[in-house]
């Protein structure tokens, strides 16, 4: 049973925009969660994209943009790279220095 | 240059205590703010955060995991421990450790497969 909700796949055609969503079973995201995005590839240790909800890390491209869409933490890629094809996954404070993530979205770029 | 690297062993027997150790380089775990987190990553699956130990002592744990779990710091050495007892096949997972700062993990270390077999 998952807390934290993501798309469990997503394909997009390079060039075009995708958005990836983080959510809760129960309840909705804001930025009192202070969401963070990160990126897997295969063999890989995970790599931080955005923190606090729409902060960039230092040497991520500004392709890559955080928000709150309705409910949902959201990221989104504009104009998507072959090599942007991964693993993603949210994490969520959930009070108490206590942390969640989510199940993770497969990225397809096709 | 902050790294962090993980080391123990690769293979631990059901019912063993699994000992992980992180050894953190550039930043001093003393440093106000400063935490480090264990996250685990069972194969082909999703990231499952452990247990938090900030520069202060504080240590905070995964409500699920929090009767098997312990995590400590030895600041003379830079290192912060994670001890896990009862393992259990579904154990079997690539253990991180990761810098906790300002919101986000932002250093990971490469990671350690423990494979929990008998």
């Known amino acids: 049973q998952t807390v934290v909700t993501q798309e469990p796949s997503l394909s997009v055609s390079p060039g075009r925009t995708v958005t990836l969503t983080c959510g809760l079973r129960?309840?909705?995201?804001?930025?009192?969660?202070?969401p963070s995005w990160y990126q897997q590839t295969p063999g890989q240790a995970p790599r931080t994209l955005i923190y606090?909800?729409?902060s960039r890390s230092s040497g991520v491209p500004d392709r890559f943009s955080g928000s709150i869409l309705g409910n949902k933490a959201a990221l989104t890629i504009t104009g998507a790279q072959t090599d942007d094809e991964s693993d993603y996954y949210c994490?969520?404070?959930?009070?108490?220095?206590?942390?969640?993530f989510g199940g993770g979205t497969k990225l397809t770029v096709l | 240059q902050i790294t962090l690297k993980e080391s123990g062993p690769a293979l631990v027997k059901p019912t063993q205590t699994l000992t992980l150790t992180c050894t953190v380089s550039?930043?001093?775990?003393?440093?106000?703010?400063?935490?480090v987190d264990w996250i685990r990553q069972p194969p082909g699956k999703a990231l499952e955060w452990l247990a938090s130990?900030?520069?202060?002592?504080?240590?905070y744990y995964s409500p699920s995991l929090k009767s098997r779990v312990t995590i400590t710091k030895d600041t003379s050495r830079n290192q912060v421990v994670l001890t896990m007892t009862n393992m259990d096949p579904v154990d079997t997972a690539t253990y991180y450790c990761?810098?906790?700062?300002?919101?986000?993990?932002?250093?990971w270390g490469q990671g350690t497969l423990v494979t929990v077999s008998s």
């Open positions: 130990i900030y520069w202060n002592g504080d240590n």
């Open positions: 550039g930043v001093s775990l003393t440093t106000s703010g400063v935490g």
């Open positions: 129960s309840g909705s995201v804001s930025t009192n969660f202070h």
């Open positions: 606090n909800t729409n």
């Open positions: 994490a969520l404070y959930m009070g108490g220095a206590i942390w969640m």
């Open positions: 990761a810098r906790n700062w300002q919101w986000r993990f932002d250093y």
